[in-house]
């Protein structure tokens, strides 16, 4: 990896979230770190990206093998993993792709649709959160989105027909 000479993870605001913490950006010599997996999460991407912008990210060492329907979008149907992420951005790195792999979740739903669930309000409550689609690309899916200092991330599932799943080929 590179060796980073300033630390951009803001350890005693997000304290919680200190597990597994990944990043990716481009340092101010040009060099760049282009993708970064924290608990089974893969942020990629962010091609149009400068010199010092960086984004970083942990999540919270919740449940990853079962779904629960507590904070999640009123009305929708879905559940989510009890694990959470935030999101520690330096500068604007832009559009990013936010991934993960069906083997890294838990099994039991009918034809999943998996959806990104974005808290941007900063309390982790995901009851208001904004739900991306992701997209199936082989065994992973895939959902872009221009993620912000202090956005809470989670993954949810509802169950869905054959018509219901993207896919990007």
Known sequence: GLALTNDFWAEGTYATY?????????HTDGSVANSATSGALT?????????????????D????????STEIITGSGRQRLAREW????????????????????????????????????????????????????????????????GDHLAIAVEEGDDTEIWYSY
Not at 18 to 26: F, H, K, P, S
Not at 61 to 68: K, N, R, V
Not at 93 to 119: E, H, K, M, R, W
Request: no cysteine; net charge negative.
């Open 86 to 149: 935030v999101v520690n951005e330096t500068n604007d790195l832009g559009a990013v792709n936010v991934s993960v792999s069906t083997s890294d979740l838990p099994s039991g739903i009918p034809n999943p649709q998996y959806f990104l669930l974005v808290d941007s309000d900063g309390d982790a409550d995901f009851s208001n959160a904004t739900a991306f689609p992701m997209i199936a690309s082989g065994s992973d899916f895939i959902a872009e989105v221009d993620l912000s200092e």
């Open 18 to 26: 200190d597990n597994e913490i990944a990043g990716m950006g481009q």
């Open 43 to 59: 942020i990629s991407g962010g091609l149009t990206r400068g010199n010092g912008e960086w984004l970083f990210f942990g999540h």
């Open 61 to 68: 060492e919740g449940d990853f093998s079962s779904y629960t």
